[in-house]
């Protein structure tokens, strides 16, 4: 069992930054695909950026050139330029791909950006 942890979600204003983090139980996270989702109120939940083991890293085309996945330790979601429209809870996933999400999910964090 491979428990994940988000960190990072709050409350910004529109062109603000927020930087979210994902730590897992084990060090499996350092050798398999990691993903952020979210999910806004009313809509489905959506793939946000995926970086593979590797490093190779893939973007939703609603945050390319505002948001960047990076890895270490832990997973990152920097995101930059935020708009109201990415309010929504945000979760880590593991073992996903671009296709379909993996088994292991975090509990959500809050991200809101309002003036």
């Known amino acids: 069992q491979v428990q994940l942890v988000e960190s990072g979600g709050g409350l910004v204003q529109p062109g603000g930054s927020l930087r979210l983090s994902c730590a897992a139980s084990?060090?499996?996270?350092?050798?398999?695909?990691v993903g952020w989702y979210r999910q806004a109120p009313g809509k489905e939940r959506e793939l946000v950026a995926i970086?593979?083991?590797?490093g190779m890293a893939n973007y939703a085309d609603s945050v390319k050139g505002r948001f960047t996945i990076s890895r270490g330790n832990t997973v990152t979601l920097q995101m930059n330029s935020l708009k109201p429209e990415d309010t929504a809870v945000y979760y880590c996933?593991?073992?996903?791909?671009?296709?379909?999400?993996?088994?292991?999910w975090g509990q959500g964090t809050q991200v809101t950006v309002s003036s």
């Open positions: 970086i593979t083991s590797d």
């Open positions: 996933n593991l073992g996903g791909s671009i296709a379909a999400p993996g088994y292991y």
């Open positions: 084990r060090s499996s996270i350092r050798f398999t695909n």
